[in-house]
């Protein structure tokens, strides 16, 4: 089910089946609200269960690397060069006390990169069995990848807040990975119908208790709300 489809069901549910084009409660609205919630129950099901189902986990298909100066001063270059990729990862929901980060690695999605620390990075030249290894590690919104000879593209999955946020990556067709319309929204069925019982019960409850203009005269009631000259 697309998130197209959840949000006109939901919409559907509360005006019974008869929504009509003066609708005050808008389809953006209620998206906003299932992804509102969609993060709060992910984030509470991983707090109490310690589990990630695939099926809310989304892929940000093939990202490049860059070589960069690791320097935060653009006036004052470094000898340390690293690379990152070159797009900013979208938020993840908040876990308990690591990244919602499920997989980094090369572009066949099998050569797992493990993600450290930053603030460990300093030290991992001194690690006699794996200083040569790829470590994958995030400054701010960026993946930075140490000791990254010989990769060009890494291949990330994770559980975002906004599922949206996804839209902007592609594939290696260039396809999208997500679209409102098109894509399944990342969540199982049984979460799914927790939200729509806490949107129904609670934001739409609300909008729906307002009166629409179901008598399609918005031009009309602008006109008689304007002054008289």
Do not use: W
Request: glycine share 6%; hydrophobic share 35%.
């Amino acid at each position: 089910m697309t998130l197209n489809e959840i949000a006109y069901n939901l919409l559907n549910l509360v005006r019974g089946g008869r929504s009509n084009h003066d609708e005050h409660i808008s389809l953006d609205q209620i998206k906003f609200n299932v992804k509102h919630y969609r993060a709060m129950f992910i984030r509470r099901d991983y707090a109490r269960n310690g589990f990630v189902s695939r099926h809310i986990e989304q892929d940000l298909g093939c990202i490049k690397l860059q070589r960069v100066d690791a320097t935060k001063c653009c006036s004052l270059p470094s000898e340390c060069i690293v690379s990152r990729g070159e797009d900013l990862i979208p938020t993840t929901v908040r876990f308990n006390n690591q990244e919602a980060i499920t997989y980094v690695g090369d572009v066949t999605g099998t050569g797992t990169i493990p993600v450290v620390d930053s603030n460990t990075i300093q030290f991992l030249a001194f690690d006699k069995y794996t200083n040569k290894k790829y470590k994958a590690y995030m400054i701010e919104n960026y993946l930075y990848i140490y000791n990254a000879e010989g990769l060009e593209y890494i291949n990330i999955r994770g559980i975002f807040e906004d599922p949206e946020a996804v839209s902007k990556f592609g594939d290696c067709g260039g396809a999208k990975c997500y679209d409102d319309s098109a894509t399944v929204f990342p969540i199982p069925m049984d979460m799914l119908n927790a939200i729509n019982k806490g949107i129904l019960s609670g934001e739409l409850s609300l909008l729906a208790s307002t009166k629409s203009d179901t008598t399609n005269d918005r031009m009309q009631d602008v006109q008689q709300a304007q002054p008289k000259k």
